[in-house]
């Protein structure tokens, strides 16, 4: 397989190119039989297309996450699709911390809508995971979870207010 020229010999790689080709807006293409071949393997073409159509088809505003909705990369990054590596590449570095669309989509260039849909991409993958939005409270050492001081008092005023609203 050779590719403007170009020879394609790993299988992974043809496949990449094909779905290279197939994100272009524009252009044409062909398929021809090239003259002395040395090499061939078998590139089932159904999972290629279907894997592209499945990741490029367009994403209903009710799966869309909220705009402000932060994600982090998960903890074992598993491989990253290849038809999702050129967003991946630019998306990635921001991921690292937490980030999201509202945040990321003026640092990128893109719209809020697209960002959206690839984190919703991204998500729907396993490579991304909602980041952890409570607030880190220290807990004094050897106080076990209901005893800490802080704890204890605003359970108190809680109470005291409760008591008094409902004349208790």
């Given amino acids: 397989m050779t590719i403007g020229g170009h020879p394609v010999t790993l299988r992974d790689h043809a496949a990449d190119r094909i779905r290279q ?12 039989a090239a003259e002395g071949t040395q090499r061939t393997f078998l590139l ?19 799966e869309l996450p909220h705009p402000e909705t ?20 630019a998306l990635a570095p921001l991921l690292r911390g937490a ?16 960002t959206q849909a690839t984190l919703y991409r991204y998500r729907s993958t396993g490579l991304i995971e909602l980041a952890s939005t409570a607030p880190v409270v220290p807990v004094p050492a050897g106080a076990a979870d209901g005893d800490a001081p802080a704890t204890q008092s605003v359970l ?5 207010r409760l008591r008094t609203w409902g004349g208790a």
Avoid: K, Y
Wanted: charged share 10%; hydrophobic share 45%; no cysteine.
């Fill in 21 to 32: 080709l197939l994100g272009h807006t524009q252009g044409t293409f062909t398929f021809q």
């Fill in 44 to 62: 089932p073409l159904h999972p290629v297309l279907h894997q592209f159509a499945q990741l490029n088809a367009s994403v209903p505003d009710s």
């Fill in 70 to 89: 932060r994600f982090t990369l998960v903890a074992a990054q598993p491989e990253v699709p290849a038809a999702l590596h050129g967003t991946w590449e």
């Fill in 99 to 114: 980030t999201s669309a509202s945040e990321a989509a003026p640092l990128l260039g893109w719209t809020v809508r697209e």
């Fill in 156 to 160: 108190r005023r809680f109470i005291h």
